[in-house]
């Protein structure tokens, strides 16, 4: 059972349009490193640091880290009520123009990138 502290922490963690896009990107793209999200919001390293801190810490996100990159993705809820506050927010994310803009930078500017270095390894 999720204490009404923990509920109202999560609540809070949504209160911001920053938090708001990271986890539209991190709902969309399963796995975004800080250097990334950066790019795609044109936010700086310190304040999307900071977001992805405090949404780690209410439990939304969670983190892996290999070598010196950390890579962030959208935490399991532990608890019924957890889930179902993700639920709510995530069902209207895709409504707003902000969120489908990020997406589709996020996938101009990654997509083309991926396809560079596909192209790089196939002509060696």
């Known amino acids: 059972m999720m204490k009404?502290?923990?509920a109202?922490?999560?609540?809070k963690s949504f209160a911001d349009d920053t938090?708001?896009?990271i986890l539209n990107l991190l709902k969309n793209k399963k796995e975004v490193n800080v250097t990334d999200i950066c790019r795609v919001l044109d936010k700086n390293q310190s304040n999307v640091s900071k977001h992805?801190?405090?949404?780690?810490?209410?439990?939304?996100?969670?983190d892996k880290r290999e070598g010196n990159n950390v890579h962030y993705?959208?935490?399991?809820?532990?608890t019924k009520a957890h889930?179902?506050?993700?639920?709510?927010?995530?069902?209207?994310?895709?409504?707003?123009?902000i969120f489908k803009e990020d997406i589709k930078k996020f996938?101009?500017?990654?997509g083309k990138e991926k396809q560079k270095?596909?192209?790089?390894?196939k002509r060696k």
């Open 8 to 11: 109202r922490q999560i609540l």
């Open 19 to 21: 938090r708001l896009c």
């Open 52 to 62: 992805l801190t405090r949404l780690r810490l209410t439990g939304v996100v969670g």
């Open 73 to 78: 993705f959208l935490a399991k809820p532990t």
């Open 4 to 6: 009404i502290k923990k």
């Open 83 to 97: 889930r179902e506050l993700l639920n709510a927010i995530f069902y209207g994310l895709p409504e707003f123009d």
């Open 107 to 110: 996938n101009n500017i990654f």
């Open 117 to 121: 270095k596909t192209s790089s390894a």
